[in-house]
């Protein structure tokens, strides 16, 4: 039975205060909270057995290889991989974006054309600019109606024998829509187009099965799920990996080296060189375990509960308007009230011991489209409560009445 | 009044509340007696974009003195600006080169001069500095 008050027992933080307060916080899309149970696969780490991996003969070598390894293989489970090195342990969602993006630039052509969505974080759309610069390739971009949802006709009509690649968030950060993107991969390999699905928002909430939905490139954050900053990973099809050149050269990403010539390793360590994050590597498997002991239908049920109590009480305040109304929506509410500032709103909620998000959340192309500065963010994790958006609506009518 | 004395002044009004709620009231409501930046002054050259908020500033020379209007889309943020505002206005380039801003850690609103808050007050002190060093080599 999942019990919240057993579950918030798991994570330290959230029995501290904030400005004498104690905190409430909302801000999960941004990073999540850490379980003990992560804390201390990490502290064991440091304790018990650091060394460098891969390459020592020694007992302790052998002992952090395999738990890194283990974790490769705990997160092929978890996305349902074919294959444990078509995960690329990489420093973050960014840190992969960038490895597919730069690898791209070998392969495209002048006039080839990549689709983004409206709904991007800049991680999953400057890397893609960058690549269009060095290649002459051409970035379109898929457009979204008012309640932030993806207009998919449109994207049908952008789709042409010229599409190479398609990139698309699973979740938008800012909105929380859960885009359609079974439907995406469908249409996008019907021209041949490869997608590369960025799941930092969606992993914490729902699990993607990357054979089942025959996904390209999955890529993802392992603080977005309980686990360290700092770690994440890239999934991408054996076939399609071996084809891209690596992103960076050093120790590691090697078979052999000669002052001739350098032949590279195979999956995945071609694309990890240098001395990995191990603790966090491991920390990232601990967490999955973490979270699928919880069990992920059990995570959405609830955090769906907070969303739908968030959302009537928040609509309940007058001038509140909230952006993002897609039918599928994970726990995250963006809104503004009336004319005053999301900075105004954040300064106050944080001074009553809510972290709140507020700004543009890096994704400048939504906030434009709304032809909004930036909005509040609330994001719920399944350690929250409904008590706690009780606090957050209370804070919230405070800060009305002083700002107003 | 010199910059030092405005200061301490500023200190001794924001010691009169004994919670936040009180102080950020206040500073709300300095933040309406903020001379405003000349519309025709609000242009993107004058704009500090903050991740956060947006904040204009303007500098204009009277005799040997350097006055400032300012103006933010956040209210807060325009709270402090006035209270910056008000210890650097009217005062020679010289004196405001040599001004620091820890005053506002005594009155309770360090945290808005961090630069994780990305509000552009940061950028906005460096930027009146910059004013001031401008002005001052004008003045010589």
Partial sequence: MFDVNNIRKDFPILSRTVNGNPLVYFDNAATSQTPNQVIEVIADYYRNYNSNIHRGVHTLSQEAT???????NKIKTHFNAAKAHEIILTSGTTHSINIVASGYSEILKEGDELIVSA?????????????????????????????????????????????????????????????????IITKAHSVGAKVLIDGAQASPHLKADVQALDIDYYVTSAHKLCGPTGVGMLYGKEELLNTLPPYQGGGEMIAEVTFEKTTYADLPHKFEAGTPNIAGGIAFGAALDYMNGIGFDTIAAYEHELLE???TKLKEIEGLKIYGEAPQKTAVVS?????????????????????VRTGHHCAQPVMDFYKIPGTVRASFSFYNTKE????????????????Q | MS????????????????????????????????????EQFK???????????????????????????????????????????????????????????????????KEHLSPTRANGLVSMIKQIKMYAIAFQTQLK
Wanted: charged residues 20%; proline residues 3%; aromatic residues 8%.
């Fill in chain 2, 43 to 109: 242009t993107d050259d004058n704009i500090i974009k903050g991740c956060q908020s947006k904040v204009w500033v303007h500098a204009e020379l009277n005799s040997d003195q350097l006055e400032f209007t300012a103006d933010s889309d956040a209210i807060i943020t325009k709270g402090i600006i006035a209270i910056l505002i008000r210890t650097f206005s009217n005062q020679h380039p010289k004196d405001i080169l040599a001004a620091d801003t820890a005053f506002i850690d005594q009155i309770g609103l």
């Fill in chain 1, 119 to 183: 709904m991007e974080h800049h991680s999953n759309i400057v890397p893609w600019q960058m690549l269009c610069e060095r290649t002459g390739a051409i970035l379109k971009v898929i457009p979204m109606i008012q309640s932030g949802v993806l207009e998919m006709n449109v994207f049908e009509a952008l789709l042409s024998k010229k599409t190479k690649l398609v990139f698309v968030n699973h979740v938008s950060n800012a909105l929380g829509t859960v885009n359609p993107i079974a439907e």
């Fill in chain 1, 335 to 355: 809104f503004n009230i009336n004319e005053i500032h999301p900075y105004d709103i954040g300064s106050i909620l944080d001074k009553l011991g809510i972290a």
């Fill in chain 1, 66 to 72: 395999d738990a890194y390894e283990a974790a490769r």
């Fill in chain 1, 388 to 403: 706690e958006i009780d606090l957050m609506i209370i804070a919230l009518n405070r800060a009305i009445q002083m700002l």
């Fill in chain 2, 3 to 38: 910059i030092q004395d405005i200061q301490e002044e500023i200190i001794e009004e924001f010691a009169m509340f004994d919670d936040w709620m009180q102080r950020y009231e206040y500073m709300i409501e300095l933040g309406k007696s903020l001379p405003l930046i000349d």
């Fill in chain 1, 309 to 311: 109590y968030a959302t």
